[in-house]
Structures are given as C-alpha cells and as structure tokens.
C-alpha cells in the first residue's frame, strides 16, 4: 500500500500551526505559569528519559502538532513501514531495515514471502564469523590470528558501523578496527601503513558492488595484499558484503566469504545487516545481538505508543515545529560521551539523505521547507567551539542534549563534572542572564557605573534557546541500538508528514555519474565533456 500523498500546508492543524507560531514562547514564563511543565512534556521509557519540556511549545501547540501527525495518517504509514509496503516507490523497495533485528512474532514479509528464516541465516553466519575470527578459529592466509579489521565502505557502508564500533570502543575484544572510505588515497595508504598483511582481515562493504570510492580502494588494498601473498590467499583474508553477488565474485572473492545484503534495506540504514559485519566482529557477536535488541525495543515503543508517549513522533513533530513554523534551518546533536563522536556525521546521512528532497510524493515541487540540517560535536568540547553562536547569535537551533547517567570506566569525578557541564548548559541556554544580573554581577565585581554601561549589552544573554534532554542509564549495546532506532523512526515521521520519499537518493546519484564523466576528461589528453568554462579552466589548470 502507498503512504498517503496530501501537501501538509493543507491541513487544518498546519494552519493552526502557522497562527500559533506567530505568538512568543518564553520559556521561563512557561515554567513559572505551570509547575507540571517538565512532567507533560516527557517521556519515559525503560532506561531512557526524554525531557522536551524546554522547547518552545505550549498545550495548545503541542496538541496541534499531534493532530499534524494524525492527519498525516502517521498510524497507517507506521503499519505500512513495518509490514513491508513498497513505501519506496520511487526504487521500487519496501523499507525494512526493522525486519533485521525484529524476533521471530514481529517478523516481517516482502512480496508475500516472509523475510525471518532469511535474514536468521545471514544472522547467524556473521555470528560464526566473528566469533571464529576473535578466537583465532578462523586464521589468515599466513596461519596467524587476526589482528585488525578494516572496512572498506562508504555512505551508509561506512558511517553506520564506524559510528557504532566507536560508541562501543569499551566493549571491543582485541582486534583493532579500522575503516576506508574516502576514495582519497592518503586515506588508504595512511591506513595500510600501519597494518600487517599477514595479520588484517578486509571486509569490503556495498550494496551495490558498482561504487567508484569503494571499488578503487579495494583494488588498491588488494594489490598491496598481493605484494605479500598471493591470489590464492585472498580468499583467508578478505570477504564482501552486498546484495550483487556477480559481481563480487567477480572481484575474486569466494563464494562462501560474501555476505548478502537485500535491496529493501536502504543503505544508510544497513549498520543492523551484514554491513554490520565490522561491529560484530569488533565488539563481538552477544554484544552486536543486543545491539538489534535495543533496536527491537525501539521499534515497539514506536509502533505501540500513543503519539503524544511516543519518544520518535515527538522528536520528529518538535523539528517540524522548529523547522516549518519558527524558521530554524539547523538542529544541533550534543551527546555528553566522547564514544559518540561519529552520532552527528552518522545522522546528517541518515536524516539529509532520506530528507533533502523538494519534490513531494505527487511528484510536484513542494512550498515548504523539508529536511534540516543536522550537525553536532560531543559536549564539553563543542562548548568552546561552537556553543557561542547558540547562546547569543542570531540563529534558532534547536538541540538534543544526550547524556548517560553512569559512566562506562567509573570515574565518577570526571563523570559528575561531566554532566554538571550537561544540565547547566541546557538550563543556561533556556534562562539567559538578564540586564538586571549582569548589572549585579558587574557591580559585585567592583566596575563603575560607566563601565557597567560599556560592558552590559555584550554580557546579556537572550536565553529562551530550547534543547531536549536524553538521558539515559549507560551507554550499553542495548541502549545504542534504542538510540539508533529512535532517530531513524524520527526521520521517517517527518518524511511521511513532508509528503516526501525518504528512502531514495537520486541526487546523490547525480554527482556519481558527472565524476565519471569527468574522470574520462581529467585521463585523456582532451577534453570530450562539455563543462562551463570555469570547470574547463579548473580542469585545464589541474592537468597542466
Ligand atoms: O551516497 C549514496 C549511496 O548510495 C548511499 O546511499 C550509500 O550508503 C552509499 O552510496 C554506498 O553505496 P554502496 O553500499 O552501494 O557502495
């Protein structure tokens, strides 16, 4: 079944919306006029807590902002995204990444064909790899346990998993990873550079077999493997993830060493899949289980729960509110744990992928703003990097604050200092400091009046910025895959309320075939390609 295709401008609660907007939201006032404020607006769920209460909204805004998903018909596009509906219609594909960590009553099916035994067997071959792999069952060409690990992907290939290997750095068992994806051959060579052929095990990694960055630099490590062994023992030492098995097999890799991936997981989505292979291996096969549990668990909340308990709907709703009505054209992830250093790049291909679109479902250009852009750096550091321009630029952005209440080593000094930076920022950003404090500050300080004068204006600070706070128990297995899993079901919400396709990626595509054009143009001794004279110049400048 299709997802509904009605422009939301239409609606009777978008327009509610537009009028509300026009009104001021100041969030202290807020907080002073009703005590329960923090208890309305969160949510619990298990080990999570999200506290919404300091965004800019109100009873009135926030009921709206439901009815938008209701007359959305967000509930069918749920049923419809679980069951396995073609909701990518534009590729012809259901979206199922949820099918990969869903047990067995969930399961899911594609063209009347249950998906379950399937994707169980895929499971359990990685299970087994992995395993074989940490306990040395599983040897190099040289008869040596394995070392190191490197993925060789990019885009979703890449970004899922190394974001994930790195959250779980504590939980990793001895061999190191490392990943390859920019077609940049520094990267690859400054990578190879440390590794040992005899010890590296490769897992190439794509979807579609056929990307450009991905294939060079697995042609380029094969050759350096092949400066040591021989082309019998490629077979030890690398395997291939994909859905397009010829073509693997082509590259030389053995058929029992590839791991297939199915074309209705997008690829941005496939970390749950064999495009996972990196993180079972690296963090073990119990520890990437529980990864898809906590996914599984995600995935329930957000099928089961009433949309104003349901933690992805809500997120999704408070960025369309800030996104379409108050003008923000950024939102910014903080998490308080350095392991989530990879979360923002991670999500900006999630979400900016699946939603930079202007084209709605009806294949007509849309009238209003759709997906945001997403950036973000761990706390305490982005503090004194970008934190400035939150608390007193001119620009409205909105912010998840994610924090852990324990740590994973146990220092609990460092961890308290920590999350006092956490809850001071989000309550700083909120309060502001008035003209009245900063005079009382300055006068405490010893200043005279006319320097108090000079001074006030530039130590004001506006407040009324407004953040939502995650917090959850520990960074486990567990809890990342909840994580993951919310954010993805965010990014759909907000694609079926934007009356866009999510799942396809056609500009990107754009820029794929253009490179190969140009490449042609850069080898050959002319130039075949028509190009505009400033890449003409460029070009010619280059080849000079
Ligand atoms: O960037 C475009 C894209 O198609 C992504 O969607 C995908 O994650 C990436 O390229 C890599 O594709 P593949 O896994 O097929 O190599």
Known sequence: ???????????????????????????????????????????QNEDILVDFSKNLIDEEVFSQLLKLAEEADLKKSIKSYFEGDKINETEGRAVLHTALRSSENNSATVDGKEVYTDVQSVLTKMKTFADQVNSGERKSYAGKKFTDVVNIGIG?????????????????????????SNVDGDHVLETLKHLNPETTLFLIV???????????????????FLKSATQADVKDNF????????AVEDFGIDTENIFPMYDWVGGRFSLWSAAGLSIAVSVGSGNFQDLLDGAEDMDQHFKTSEFEHNIPVVLALLGIWYNNF???????????????QKLAPYL??????????????????????????????????????????????????????IGFKKSLHGNSKHHDILMANY????????????????????????????????L????????????????????????????????????????????????????????????????????????????????????????S
């Open 1 to 43: 079944m299709s997802l509904q295709s009605l422009p939301p401008v239409n609606f009777k609660s978008w327009k509610e919306l537009e009028s509300l907007s026009k009104h001021k939201f100041e969030l202290n006032a807020l907080f002073n006029a009703n005590p329960k404020r923090f208890q309305e607006f969160s949510i």
């Open 156 to 180: 979703g290939s890449d970004l899922g998993p190394q974001m994930i290997v790195d959250a779980l750095a504590y939980y990793q068992e001895d061999i190191k990873p490392h990943f390859i």
């Open 206 to 224: 794509s979807k579609s077999f056929s990307t450009q960055e991905t294939l060079t630099n697995a042609n380029t490590v094969r050759d350096w």
């Open 239 to 246: 395997v291939a993830v994909s859905t397009n098995i010829s």
């Open 326 to 340: 108050l003008g923000a054209e950024s939102e910014a992830i903080i998490p308080y744990t350095q392991y989530l």
């Open 348 to 401: 900006q291909q999630a979400s900016m992928e699946s939603n930079g679109k202007s084209v709605d479902r009806a294949g007509n250009k849309v009238n209003y703003q759709t997906g945001t852009i997403v950036w973000g750096e761990p706390g305490t550091n982005s503090q004194h990097a970008f934190f400035q321009l939150i608390h007193q630029g001119t620009k409205l952005i909105p912010s998840d604050f």
């Open 423 to 454: 809850f001071a920022q989000t309550e700083a950003l909120m309060k502001g400091k008035s003209e009245d404090e900063v005079h009382a500050e300055l006068e405490n300080q010893g200043l005279s009046p006319e320097e108090i004068q000079n």
């Open 456 to 543: 006030l204006p530039f130590k004001v600070f506006e407040g009324n910025k407004p953040t939502t706070s995650l917090l959850i128990d520990t960074l486990t297995p567990k809890s990342l895959g909840k994580l993951v899993s919310m954010y993805e079901h965010k990014i759909f919400v907000q694609g079926v309320i934007w009356n866009i396709f999510s799942y396809d990626q056609w500009g990107v595509e754009l820029g794929k075939q253009l490179a190969e054009n140009t490449l042609r143009d850069i080898q050959s001794d002319t130039i075949e390609n028509q190009h505009d004279s400033s890449t003409t110049e460029l070009l010619n400048y280059y080849k």
